[in-house]
T-cell receptor, first 112, second 113 residues
Framework: SQQGEEDPQALSIQEGENATMNCSYKTSINNLQWYRQNSGRGLVHLILIRSNEREKHSGRLRVTLDTSKKSSSLLITASRAADTASYFCATDWYSSASKIIFGSGTRLSIRP | DTGVSQDPRHKITKRGQNVTFRCDPISEHNRLYWYRQTLGQGPEFLTYFQNEAQLEKSRLLSDRFSAERPKGSFSTLEIQRTEQGDSAMYLC???????????FGPGTRLLVL
């Protein structure tokens, strides 16, 4: 079964608005990553947050991690048409740091 | 181009045939991963190599699947006696030692008729 589950499964917003996606996972982790996948460019790494970090920023991206709730959120500010993609959280297994497990993803659509 | 490359990009085969996919990782990345992705789902881990050693293998990987990385550079994934349920995108990723970030190739889309 998937380690991480994203919520919502699909999200449609107006260009310029902020988009928030959530990820919940089941077991202890060393780190959590977010990846983006669109049809033209495949899977691309966005950001990694470690289990001892609570918040991390990268450009228009803001990621939070709450290990007590086993959850993470990805905020994309000032969305653009190019942000249209599927977004996946991926967690490592605490006992097997070489393997990462992906969630089922949030499909984000940006309306012009 | 210095990214991860996969070949072929698309493969159509008949049920029962064998297929082999190739992945060329980013140069000097000693870790290599194979994933399978079906429509609407996230990638599922299949197997992992560190250099030429296959260190982990998912229970998803039945005995019809085999992967190799003979010289610690490129890798091949072979599926024997393909079944319609094997239809999926097969993704390869690599990463250098000391980082958890994985760099993905464009994938090989397999259709089993």
């Amino acid at each position: 079964s998937q380690q991480g589950e994203e919520d919502p499964q699909a999200l449609s917003i107006q260009e310029g608005e902020n988009a928030t996606m959530n990820c919940s996972y089941k077991t202890s982790i060393n780190n959590l990553q977010w990846y983006r996948q669109n049809s033209g460019r495949g899977l691309v790494h966005l950001i990694l947050i470690r289990s001892n970090e609570r918040e991390k920023h990268s450009g228009r991206l803001r990621v939070t991690l709450d290990t007590s709730k086993k959850s993470s959120s990805l905020l994309i500010t000032a969305s653009r048409a190019a942000d249209t993609a599927s977004y996946f959280c991926a967690t490592d297994w605490y006992s097997s740091a070489s393997k990462i497990i992906f969630g089922s993803g949030t499909r984000l659509s940006i309306r012009p | 181009d210095t990214g991860v490359s996969q070949d072929p990009r698309h493969k159509i085969t008949k049920r029962g045939q064998n297929v082999t996919f190739r992945c060329d990782p980013i140069s000097e990345h000693n870790r290599l991963y194979w994933y399978r992705q079906t429509l609407g789902q996230g990638p599922e881990f299949l197997t992992y190599f560190q250099n030429e050693a296959q260190l982990e293998k998912s229970r998803l990987l039945s005995d019809r699947f085999s992967a190799e990385r003979p010289k610690g550079s490129f890798s091949t994934l072979e599926i024997q006696r393909t079944e319609q349920g094997d239809s999926a995108m097969y993704l390869c990723a690599s990463s250098p030692q000391g980082t958890e970030t994985q760099y993905f190739g464009p994938g090989t889309r397999l259709l089993v008729l």
